[in-house]
């Protein structure tokens, strides 16, 4: 009589290889969110109305931005072929290969780097802001957006050969990005899930001379 064979396990605190933890992960259809960074298995706790809020709020702004800039293409909770790990950001941006991007596909998932990170944080801040920003910054990811939710406050990184810089929010408090013309966000509303305030400015950013050079930019490869 023949068996159905088991499917190895995946828990927190695992040491495992990165083909090792996506063969096991591809096994288990009913473990949702999953990361390996620098060789150890991470799970997320159950996710907040908080959380949530301040998730669909970013994804929504870089969706936004993506689709009036042709070239760049926005995801959610995909997982990332990176050096020796495996990275589910909350969300990403990126710039396609043929535009000048860095960043692919291997089979189903993204390999590379994306140009812009994103990590709501509540109960994993100890490797948003530790091994997974070490992760990161290896890798070459050229921007890493945190959103801490206890207590709140928004940081911008911009990669730099000796390492992320923090991004100051000009005197309106927004924070522009340096990768992406016109990737505008404003602190307060952001952190308030003001979402009409955080899209109007997003627009103003959109409609502004370098986001328009950047699209002409992307156009030319």
């Known amino acids: 009589?023949?068996?159905?064979?088991?499917?190895?396990?995946?828990?927190?605190?695992?040491?495992?290889?990165?083909?090792?933890?996506?063969?096991?992960?591809?096994?288990?259809?009913?473990?949702?969110?999953?990361?390996?960074?620098?060789?150890?298995?991470?799970?997320?706790?159950?996710?907040?109305?908080?959380?949530?809020?301040?998730?669909?709020?970013?994804?929504?702004?870089?969706?936004?931005?993506?689709?009036?800039?042709?070239?760049?293409?926005?995801?959610?909770?995909?997982?990332?072929?990176?050096?020796?790990?495996?990275?589910?950001?909350?969300?990403?941006?990126?710039i396609a290969p043929e535009s000048g991007g860095q960043s692919g596909l291997d089979g189903r998932y993204c390999t590379g780097a994306p140009e812009l990170a994103v990590e709501v944080s509540m109960s994993t801040p100890g490797y948003d802001f530790g091994a997974k920003l070490a992760l990161y910054q290896r890798a070459g990811v050229r921007e890493y957006l945190t959103v801490a939710l206890n207590p709140p406050r928004i940081t911008w990184r911009a990669w730099t050969a000796d390492g992320y810089v923090q991004i100051p929010p000009d005197a309106g408090g927004i924070l522009r990005s340096r990768v992406f013309p016109g990737l505008w966000l404003d602190v307060e509303a952001a952190l308030a899930s003001d979402s009409a305030k955080t899209l109007a400015t997003l627009q103003r950013g959109i409609e502004s001379p370098e986001h328009a050079a950047f699209v002409q930019r992307l156009a030319g490869g």
């Not at 695992?14 to 096991?24: A, I």
């Not at 926005?74 to 072929?81: E, K, L, P, R, V």
């Open 1 to 94: 009589m023949s068996t159905v064979p088991i499917a190895a396990p995946l828990w927190p605190g695992q040491r495992l290889t990165r083909d090792e933890f996506l063969r096991r992960w591809e096994a288990l259809p009913e473990v949702k969110r999953a990361e390996l960074i620098g060789g150890l298995v991470y799970m997320a706790s159950p996710v907040t109305a908080d959380h949530a809020r301040r998730d669909s709020l970013l994804i929504t702004w870089l969706g936004v931005y993506a689709a009036s800039t042709p070239g760049c293409k926005a995801g959610n909770n995909c997982t990332w072929i990176m050096l020796d790990s495996a990275p589910q950001p909350d969300a990403d941006l990126t």
